[in-house]
């Protein structure tokens, strides 16, 4: 993967439950239309929650004017309604990315490693999404990235790629990891009428 070398990290204990979806849900309702193309929001959330509905709305106005700051480097680190929350803008290389992505994660769970995986996977996937297929190709197009860096957690992976980009999106069918040492993992493969 290309960027900062991610560092070899404890699997991130991610929260999907009721109160943590919701959030997730109202803040991507609540920032429709408000984040540019070209930029994406990746924003964390330890949990556990507290007063989740308000805590939404002040952070979708939080990264409302972290956009507006136009900054390349916008960022917060803070507490809104007793929640520890960190968000970063991004370039998300493709103008095909999802607007916001959101985590809902266990203290003990290291925030900024999903930050680094996740512009990782935007240098490396977002730029090959505009690529055309070659003239008189008629195959499956698949992605393939090296990560160099030490094993990264194929399910953090897999949950960051399913928020970056539309199963339906034109790209690839497939897309792999391969791993230090040769290790081979599917991240994605493109949804067909058949499953």
Sequence with gaps: ???????????????????ALGLLRRLRADLSGSVPNGKVAVATVTAPIRLAAKTATALADKIRKLVADGS????????????????RIIPDGSNRASKLIGFVHNPDSDADNLFDVTRSLLACIGPKLGTRTPPGFAGERWLVIANESGFLHIDTLRQIYSQLFNPLTPGFERV???????????LAAQETDAE
């Design 72 to 87: 390349t480097r916008a960022r917060f680190n803070g507490t809104i309604h007793a929640n520890r929350i960190q968000v």
């Design 1 to 19: 993967m290309s960027g900062k070398r991610a560092p070899v990290a404890a699997k991130p204990r991610l929260r999907f439950d009721k109160v």
């Design 176 to 186: 792999f990891m391969v791993f230090a040492g040769g290790e081979v993992e599917e």
